[in-house]
């Protein structure tokens, strides 16, 4: 049992119901918008779609867990009907490849040159999602610290595909449309940042309910910005595409 | 525990009901009128959706929230399982800056114009909000009037924003749309104005059940008027916009 304090436990509600909506606004948003790109830009946006629509089940699941794993403000997080985890993974295993497609769809490459990049950039993913599971639920520093290392090593993988791979077919893009996708990239890695960062509280002595808070709360922001902000600079970059490419400017 | 009078909690309860409702109405009205007017005016539409959306939603988890914390007529305010104010907070938060969009969307001016106005009525949108929720939560007069005031600061600016330099593009804009345009305005502050004036029940002796009966009321039909009216106002902007650039009137 985990005793936060009324505040706390406020505050992680909220979150919650605040990611919640804004993944399902966004997937509506996406999806209504189809028609203000050009039919080679829409995969990209019903990918983003896809995205804030598993993430929002997710937070859905999320937040019913916290009620329901909660007694008063004392919060349940292990044995049965302990607060689950869990689902913030499912998410990612599912969400991180899926947001990795989503970048190579929108920069419309080549089909080689696309298929390419999509076969090195989601096992990578997939397998950087897997390898973190194991250290975020073990209580031993060695097996964290292993399996954070671990795990690390696909992240570097992607980071190179994305930073030096495809930064080459950027030269390619029209005027805008690269410093854009720049931003993007940032976005991504300062995002994936605070992911690692939760992981390692526990290593660096915020311990308890602090850990517990820091820890949803960090989660849901870099989720929300991962997701939900990284969708709307898709739907941007498409836009400015489409544009460039000579479709009426619909606003 | 408030002791709510029979008709104050009914009264409650069914102003929630109709709050609710109103916006999923709202959101699927102006879903599927997209085509009733020219598609650089259909973003402002989209926008107005998801701003009944995501208060559709807050609705419902208050109009829940209301009753799981009720005994018959008594309401919980305070611990575990208390009626959640946040959840209006944390609705304001992201429609609020979304109201604005909307406003600078439907106008269609040029991308450099638009841009300007967006980077400044958001952040200060965001800022009004998340400056007023320390003064409404805390039960200290001296906290109330600070934040208040310091809340009040960006509203302001956002009225010099939309008076002064919103006022500019007005007078390039078809006939009768400026009129509109106006009262649009005056909707919203008319509107906004509703929030402080239940924030400062405390601070003129206005308590107890009367408080937070005002209050809730109050703020749903403030709701209410900003967005739903709001967002059937800025249709009705669109398609005098769109009969004024040639589109046949289909009713």
């Known amino acids: 049992m985990l005793e936060l304090s009324s505040n706390q436990w406020q505050l992680i509600y909220n979150t919650f119901s605040f990611g919640l909506i804004s993944m399902l606004a966004c997937t509506v948003y996406t999806l209504v918008s189809q028609s203000r790109v050009l039919p080679k830009y829409r995969n990209a946006l019903v990918l983003s779609s896809m995205v804030t629509f598993i993430a929002g089940y997710h937070y859905?699941?999320?937040?019913?867990?916290?009620?329901g794993s909660s007694d008063g403000f004392k919060v349940m997080?292990?044995?049965?009907?302990?607060?689950?985890?869990?689902?913030?993974?499912?998410?990612?295993?599912?969400?991180?490849?899926?947001?990795l497609v989503e970048v190579v769809a929108v920069l419309a490459l080549a089909k080689a040159a696309s298929s390419s990049l999509i076969t090195r950039l989601v096992p990578a993913a997939a397998a950087m999602i897997a390898l973190g599971y194991p250290g975020e639920v073990s209580a031993d520093d060695g097996t964290k610290i292993l399996f954070g290392v671990l795990s690390t090593i696909p992240f570097l993988y992607i980071l190179y595909v994305l930073f030096v791979e495809l930064g080459k077919s950027l030269?390619?893009?029209?005027?805008?449309?690269?410093?854009?996708?720049?931003?993007l990239r940032l976005l991504l890695i300062a995002t994936w940042g605070v992911y690692p960062i939760s992981y390692l509280f526990p290593l660096l002595n915020i311990t308890g309910t602090d850990s517990f808070m820091y820890r949803q709360v960090g989660y849901t922001i870099a989720d929300v910005l991962a997701k939900c902000v990284f969708g709307l600079t898709i739907m941007k970059i498409a836009r400015m595409k489409s544009a460039a490419e000579g479709m009426a400017d619909s606003h």
Chains 1, 2 share one sequence.
């Open 60 to 67: 859905i699941r999320i937040f019913d867990s916290f009620k």
């Open 171 to 183: 030269e390619r893009q029209p005027e805008g449309v690269a410093a854009t996708i720049s931003r």
């Open 77 to 99: 997080t292990t044995g049965a009907g302990s607060f689950n985890e869990a689902y913030r993974y499912v998410d990612w295993l599912l969400t991180v490849p899926l947001l």
